[in-house]
């Protein structure tokens, strides 16, 4: 079931009190706009009234990473099969067009179900200045306008699939559908640079460095 809103404060509490009442997993809240979107580290998430915002009710026993791997892999096929674009996803889970973002996926936990708050920004011609140079909308790289009904149904379709996907499985198609895994120039954190070098068997990101190799359990991974 999918409850479509013309405006919220956030489709991930929505979904979050959903769940609290007992909605079954694969319930979704859809929303034209979000007064404050939510992202990662505590971060807003432009929320114009041209993106796709969507929050999803997931039932499931599967631990981080390998969700929001699975997650991003899930609106990268959409994205792709619909726009006939090439994305790529950023460790763990951020959509990436031509090295810009495109959509944002987190997930939190929340009574007793985990919520996959996924934001794409489809049809959004600009953005504020102060993000302008690191996020990109398929309106942007495309020069056309894209049905977000068909989007939104594929995304949903996709990530009820890949959710259900068994950990190998996650790993082999991330490593075949992320530049990122192996051979990547990368600065993590701004704390320290080096090679991406595979992922270990829970989906974290082992980057060699001068000091020897790292496991990467969380934050920014960016290129170099």
Known sequence: MIHRLEITESTMLD?????AEGAPHG????AERQTRGIGRHR???DSQTHGLYLSVILRLPTAQPILTMALGLAVQRAVNDLAFVSA???WP??????????AGIMVQAANEALIAGIGVNVNQ???PAEI????????????LEH???ALLGRVLTEVMRCAALPKQEVLRQFERNSSYPTGKHVEVDGLYRGITAGLDENGFLKVATESGVQTVFAGGVRPI
């Open 27 to 30: 319930t979704a809240v859809a």
């Open 125 to 127: 011609p600009s953005f």
């Open 132 to 143: 302008e140079a690191i996020a990109t909308s398929l309106r942007i790289e495309t020069g």
């Open 147 to 149: 049905d977000k009904e």
């Open 15 to 19: 979904a979050a009190r959903l769940a």
């Open 93 to 102: 889970n951020d959509v990436m067009l031509n090295e810009r973002k495109l």
């Open 88 to 90: 790529d996803i950023r």
């Open 43 to 45: 971060h807003s998430w």
